[in-house]
DNA sequence: GTAATATCCGAACGAACGTTCGAACTGGTA
DNA sequence: TACCAGTTCGAACGTTCGTTCGGATATTAC
């Protein structure tokens, strides 16, 4: 990992990239504490919690870190950095709409996949963080939502379908496809990795595509609405 | 409300359905406490908080509940069983596996949209009840999962396709969809919830009866795969 | 009326929390 | 050797937490 990526307190004069055993430490740090913001959640997670789990005293984690919040900001804004350069690698010099949506699909559910706790944290622990660190993490969210979104829509007129899938909708629908999968999918479990994103991707593009209406799904709308209330 | 949903303990000798001042004002600190922890999540709101929002002393609370976890459990169960009960309802004497689909969905979403608070808090804080408490919720979720699987399962037995999509991709993105929403969607907007779960119905459907894959799809396979690693 | 019960709350308890402080180490440099 | 900056941590601080206790007030039953 390059000194800059955590804003490194190595302050290296030399202009090569360089890996401190500070840099390591605090990546050590980071990667424990997400492990564990994952498993109980970062409200319920103590730093006396991280503390132990990282052999590292309590006062010692304040030499890395000022704050519990920034431990939190800083899992999540790396983790999405890390998406955001590899996918804007993987989308260069791509035209076609449909492959730029299946790059988008392949790209998010691999890294997912690859690195569950700090996903978790990141789309689990959204609004924990307040304040300027909330907007910073908020604001590329909302890039890379955008992103999604006009994927879609590129997608949509490449191949005009009638009475098509509102595109907040199929937007969100799709992250909440892709981003529920902390809550079952078992990295280490029989289905790959590939096979997730690959049945995910036809789910989607298929039912986003189709311009088909069954005549099973119009017998619904007869049906009398149903009236939720509080009582 | 009956005054049996609450197991009240208004204790009324007489065998009819019974409102007591009881039952109002647990139900009413229920509802204000689930709109708080939609707020600021479980773990981060006190009884202060809910003390303060209800105009009920600190102490006072706990005549109505007997801890903050308890709080949280009434919630999500009830709410649970809400859903659950409407549901079998409008199930029985339903065969066509698709019409079933149907059902689930728009019971699903419509009771989701109005009951944003509670819904919330039934699927993001799933893992914040621990013990006995944790295992009764979690237990009517799976049997509600397993429904859900099922009806899928038929849906994918009624009508032949080649290279079907994965049971458990197809559930658990379903349930993703449908749970996502308290991200973004906004009861008061412009969307009616039936155009919302209308949308979802046909971007799911078709999706996942689509028995043909496009070619760009395949396409995608022959990308080198991506390996993301911790360093 | 009066007794019994249900409802309510001010005040406090012990525990756990995030954070800080000053001192003790460590390794490299002169 | 002496020195300095980087690193580490035991101990404590002030605050907030969930919960409890004893008693006050309101409601019901007789």
Known sequence: MSSNTFDSKSGSKIRVIRV??????????????????????????????????TNVSLAGLY????????????????????????LEQRLENVDDPIVKLGIFIENHLSFFAANMSEMKVLSHEAESLRGDLYTHVSTRKTKYTKLARQILQEVQQSQQTKDPIDL????????????WIYNWYDPQGKLKVSELAGNVMRLFLNGFRANEVSGHVHALRSETPSVWSHG
């Open 20 to 53: 401190t055993k500070y840099d390591q430490k605090l990546e050590f740090i980071l990667r424990t504490a997400a492990r564990i913001f994952a498993e109980k959640s970062y409200h319920s997670t103590s730093m006396r919690d991280i503390s132990r789990a």
């Open 63 to 86: 030499h890395y870190c000022k704050s519990k919040e920034e431990l939190l900001f800083l899992i999540q804004d790396n983790c999405f950095g890390r998406v955001l350069e590899r």
């Open 168 to 179: 907040t909708v199929a937007t969100y629908a799709l992250f909440g496809m892709m981003n």
